[in-house]
């Protein structure tokens, strides 16, 4: 069974960073592909950032350009979401996912705001 905590979330002002973390137990393959997702309140969740086995990255289009997505190859078992230039509209809970079995972290609020 994957397990996946997030962590790295917070407050921050606009402009500023964070980054995520996210660290898996359970995973079945390697190299690990996941994603990160994000719910607004009010709104559906929707995709962040994903990687997958071969290292290919894809990106929702309003993050492109300020977050990138990477993963720790030596552990094989954490990925990062560096976000970078924070806007109000980047405010939401961040979940980690499993691409292969579609399991959810808990989630890390990130709230941007001055």
């Known amino acids: 069974q994957v397990q996946l905590v997030e962590s790295g979330g917070g407050l921050v002002q606009p402009g500023g960073s964070l980054r995520l973390s996210c660290v898996a137990s359970?995973?079945?393959?390697?190299?690990?592909?996941a994603g990160w997702y994000r719910q607004a309140p009010g709104k559906q969740r929707e995709v962040v950032a994903q990687?997958?086995?071969?290292?290919?990255?894809?990106y929702g289009d309003s993050v492109k350009g300020r977050f990138t997505i990477s993963r720790d190859n030596a552990a094989k078992n954490t990925v990062w979401l560096q976000m970078n230039n924070l806007k109000p509209e980047d405010t939401a809970v961040y979940y980690c996912?499993?691409?292969?079995?579609?399991?959810w972290g808990q989630g890390t609020q990130v709230t941007v705001s001055s």
């Open positions: 990687i997958f086995d071969d290292g290919h990255t894809q």
């Open positions: 359970g995973i079945a393959f390697s190299p690990w592909s």
């Open positions: 996912n499993d691409l292969g079995t579609f399991s």
